[in-house]
Structure formats: structure tokens, C-alpha cells
């Protein structure tokens, strides 16, 4: 997933009406405002209201879902090869969010101030705040990408990651 295929996807998406927002290590990269790796796929949140939305625009443009795992998340890959990830957030009206886990009644929980906006390819983009990605990657084995993606955070904005 190139820098240019991430702009086209959120402006079709955008203009469909759908909100969403980066996240995963294109968010991180969308917080530096620059890309610092290579990036297997597109980590994206969405309204779970807009779910239809999202998919029919997704599929007008050549994508198919790949897997599911609802109500946590689903994939999309279309015939080049990229694949996005997709996470539905449920909004309360003070602006937080909740998505699904597997873990029933432990929800990932997204603060109000977690939206942000980062810029890919020159271009501002809704994604997630460094603490918000942070909070993602606790609970398990990091990888080399994980890694790479918290040391980056560390150096532009000082925050404490537990690896």
C-alpha cells in the first residue's frame, strides 16, 4: 500500500460521505507526516453506520472482502493486491468511540481526542493520535513493524510505549 493509494482511498470515501480515520502504521506515519516504512496494508476506522457506505464504495472501487471478523473488524483486497483493514466505531454523542474486541464486554475504547489529523503524501488526512496508538499496541508480542512504528513515536513526540 503506496502513499498515493492511500489518498485515493480516503477520497473516495470522503466523497461518499463516509468518516473515517487512519490508524496502524499508516496512522503513525500520518502523525510524522512522512512515510518511514513500507506498509502491507491500510489500517482504517469507520462509523459502523456508514458500514454500507464504506463497503459499496470499497467495491465500486475493485474491492472484495477477504475476511471477516465482524463485529471486531473485516478485510478488503482488490485485484492490485491492497488490502484494507476495516474497524466499525460505535460514537456516543460526546465524540468517543467504542469498537468490538474478542473479548465480549472489554471493547476498545477511543477518547473523543483520539481524531486527529496527520498529513500523507502532502495531504491532511483523519487519523489517530500518537497515545491512541500506543494504547493499540499493548497486550501482545510486537513485531519488527511494531517496533519500528513506537521507536518513531518516542522520537517525535516523547511519549512513554511499553516495548
Known amino acids: 500500500m503506496t502513499g498515493p493509494d492511500v489518498v485515493e482511498i480516503l477520497q473516495l470515501l470522503r466523497r461518499a460521505g463516509a468518516e473515517v480515520w487512519v490508524g496502524g502504521g499508516w496512522g503513525v506515519d500520518a502523525l510524522l507526516r512522512r512515510q518511514t516504512r513500507d506498509h502491507r496494508d491500510l489500517d482504517l476506522m469507520h462509523r459502523h453506520e456508514q458500514e454500507d457506505t464504506v463497503v459499496a464504495t470499497l467495491a465500486a472501487a475493485g474491492f472484495a472482502q477477504t475476511l471477516d471478523r465482524r463485529p471486531v473488524r473485516f478485510v478488503v483486497t482488490d485485484g ?25 464486554g472489554r471493547p476498545f475504547l477511543y477518547p473523543a481526542a483520539c481524531f486527529v489529523t ?13 497515545d491512541q496508538q500506543v494504547y493499540f499496541h499493548q497486550g501482545y508480542e510486537p513485531t519488527d513493524r511494531d517496533r519500528h512504528d513506537m521507536l518513531r513515536l518516542r522520537e517525535a513526540f516523547g511519549i512513554a510505549t511499553h516495548f
Open 118 to 130: 496527520g498529513e500523507v503524501e502532502r495531504t491532511a488526512v483523519p487519523c489517530l493520535s500518537a
Open 80 to 104: 492490485r493486491g491492497r488490502e484494507i483493514d476495516l474497524h466499525p466505531l460505535s460514537f456516543a454523542a460526546d465524540g468517543s468511540a467504542q469498537q468490538a474486541s474478542l473479548e465480549p
